[in-house]
């Protein structure tokens, strides 16, 4: 049996390397188009803004010890032009056939530049590859550029602004939607807009960019227009659903049987509205990969779905969030409910600090739908605790009953999670 | 309508507020034997360390204040002698007799002194209340002591080591059981020990104390045999449970109609077991209390129970325990297996430092049953995201697929909580 992976980052080395555990007799190979395989992406803007000493850091493996470690085959600069199902194989572009008898397809996103003019300008670069970060670098220590844009206020738009800055760069935001982080949020819009600013960091929504000239800036970083890569698959015959991102069943085989997705080119199921969503981390890439290379070993593992859990660090500040903000709630049929309250992290005479936290819920069934912890320090926890909630279905009830750790160095004894829960409670009653 | 409150800490104070926040006429009185009410008792020790600068930043309400602000009858140093439940009375020790209608008795918890020759020696000190703390920290500005001994390695005696060291005394422990932090882990006492000798504090295990002079210090800290304080319940006919704390229904009501009991001295539900369980605790207190008092003022809410969990700082490090370790697990009829994993808390490339998870489960069923979670950061949080999982009754399996938050300067992307669930899972199947 030839298990062939296309894509060499997170969901694909995840498929494979589980399908090895799984299976020692596997003939397994990867086709990774760049040239760097098992890196951390989610890195690249601390190697900019110069957390991350050396680029080297951000690698997990080289195909060198990938392959020898894990006895997969692993191919870089390896491009698949075409899939032919009917034949069991792939085109690569330099004309070769690889066989398969079953195949993942983790060929991640990519950055429309289409819709700009000036993308492909040399002051111009994504930052989604360790070769985009070795270039960004290369140009901010040769060029001195003292004026940056950023196209997005996503994640990698929001972490790229606050790495220029450190660079010591004039620098402005700018997002086409209304809102940051792709969450209809106004509150969180409003504080990330308060947050840059205090960081000196200008920035403007509802600012679609066309021309890459208009910025006027000496150098752009591409965070906006991120889209799954569903060409190959769909050339081959594979469905594409509703987000546009390919279509898995709940063991992330796409509809060719024997064939799976997984990563941020696949749409798993959203646990809270049950629909499938298309929210592309580095997380569920890993685990949507491990499903998918389970299965193509020959096992029958599910993946259950996301609740759409992401933190970014914001100019020093902590942003969780998890679930659905109340905008989007309505829009998927719920009755939001709101509770946002501000407390601190800890006992007040143990230096406790100012965090927020929202909580959403549905007005029917009590139902917690979504949560946003903003703060210094344990904000990660707070939102995993939402996310672990929201996928047990908790009800604000039950929520508020948790039975949370309390001392005074890590919490208060009411903690804000609770705080905001008994309040969300009052408005549900 | 009259409720009293015998207890004006942490659930006395809760059911007074709650009360009244529900019962606008309500009559009540608070009776507290002490001279304070509602302060912190957790951060006791983080004053006699210097961590807290002024004993009164320890204090939440004063008499005055709860009075006023709540219109509410706070009484200190007003001892109850006696409950009449036949007469709807109690007597206070200077004679006088108190009416009620409702009575929530939160009189939480007290050191045993008896079984120790030479408790009551000036230089032998609790750790229980404000006064306690005035006195010992009076002592150790006047007469400078050099050499200390704890009683107890609980969180009080290891909170009381950790800041008796910080006073440049030279510090040792002692503790009857065979383990630390009343949890049956040979794991984690074994930690604890080391953790200990680190900060140059001496710990003996199975070493009971029965006379003070034994010890040869200059100071001592009596952190041992805490018991609920239910002599006075008990002699009005209320039933005490297995654990030795009052017995009481999911509404906090006690054997006799209308008498309800709450804090440290009661017993509530354990989750996991389904059993009662005497874990005192400031946050459960509190919540109990909160129960209590929306009940004597008419309503019926339920606490459906705790799952244990706690955190504790011991000399820098954040220790979290929640559910049950394997050795009590297997005594309450389970068949627990274990995981205990060492990875790093963050990306590694981002200062990532080694933070410790154990996972318990129940072979046959597959649930989570407890999580014990060691590390410099970021232990509230996984603490709390096991004990979410554990109310929900949460499979390994389950637990396994949660969607938790990741980005480089707050964890790897794959949570040390998962990375155990992950080893678990091998373990079960």
């Known amino acids: 049996m030839r298990l ?30 760049g040239s760097d395989i098992s890196y951390s ?24 010890k990938f392959e020898r470690e894990r006895d997969v085959r692993v191919r870089t600069r390896a491009r698949v032009t075409a ?18 008898d079953k195949l993942v397809i983790a060929t991640g996103t990519s950055v429309n530049r289409q819709s700009i003019r000036g993308a492909d300008l040399p002051h111009v670069f994504p930052l989604q590859t360790l070769d985009d970060a070795r270039r960004l670098s290369e140009f901010l220590k040769q060029r001195r550029p003292r004026t940056g844009a950023i196209i997005g206020a996503g994640y990698i738009g929001l972490e790229a602004a606050e790495a220029l800055r450190a660079n010591g ?26 947050q840059l600013e205090r960081f000196r960091i200008r920035v403007e929504f509802r600012r679609p960019v066309d021309d890459i000239a208009a910025l006027e800036s000496e150098v752009v970083v591409l965070a906006a227009g991120m889209r799954p890569n569903v060409e190959l698959a769909a050339a081959a015959g594979i469905e594409v659903g509703r987000t546009g991102a390919i279509r898995v069943s709940d063991q992330m085989e796409t509809n060719l049987s024997g064939v799976y997705a997984a990563g941020d080119c696949a ?31 020959g096992k029958r593992e599910r993946f259950p779905g996301i609740v759409g859990t992401s933190i970014v660090r914001v100019c020093g500040i902590g942003v969780g969030t998890t679930g659905l903000p109340a905008a989007q709630a309505k829009r998927e049929g719920f009755s939001p409910v709101v509770a946002r309250i501000e407390n601190a992290d800890r006992a007040a ?22 949560g946003l912890v903003i703060g210094e ?28 750790a309390y001392a005074p160095p890590y919490a208060p004894v009411w903690d804000p999670v609770l705080i905001a829960a008994q309040q969300l409670l009052k408005l549900l009653r």
Chains 1, 2 share one sequence.
């Open 4 to 33: 062939v992976v296309i894509g060499g980052v997170a969901a694909g080395l995840s498929a494979a390397a589980q399908a090895r555990r799984l299976d020692s007799n596997l003939e397994i190979e990867v086709l990774e188009q």
């Open 41 to 64: 992406a989610c890195g690249l803007s601390y190697f900019i803004g110069g957390e991350v000493r050396r680029i080297d850091d951000l690698v997990v493996n080289t195909a060198e």
């Open 83 to 100: 899939i032919s199902h009917p034949r069991r194989e792939v085109s690569l572009e330099n004309g070769e056939r690889v066989r398969y």
């Open 169 to 194: 760069l004039r620098v402005g935001v700018y997002e086409a939607s209304s809102t940051a982080l792709h969450r209809e949020d106004e509150f969180l819009t409003e504080w990330v807009r308060k």
């Open 267 to 297: 749409e798993p199921i959203h646990r809270v509205t049950g629909r499938p969503a298309w929210i592309p981390l580095g997380t569920t890439a890993n685990k949507m990969g491990r499903v998918a290379g389970a299965n193509a070993a």
């Open 349 to 370: 005479y143990f230096r406790g600090r100012p965090t927020t936290v929202e909580l959403v819920a549905d007005r029917q069934s009590g139902r917690l739908l979504g």
């Open 377 to 404: 320090e344990g904000v990660a926890g707070r939102t995993n605790v939402i996310a672990a909630a929201l996928t047990s279905g908790m009800t604000v009830e039950e929520f508020e009953q948790l039975d949370l």
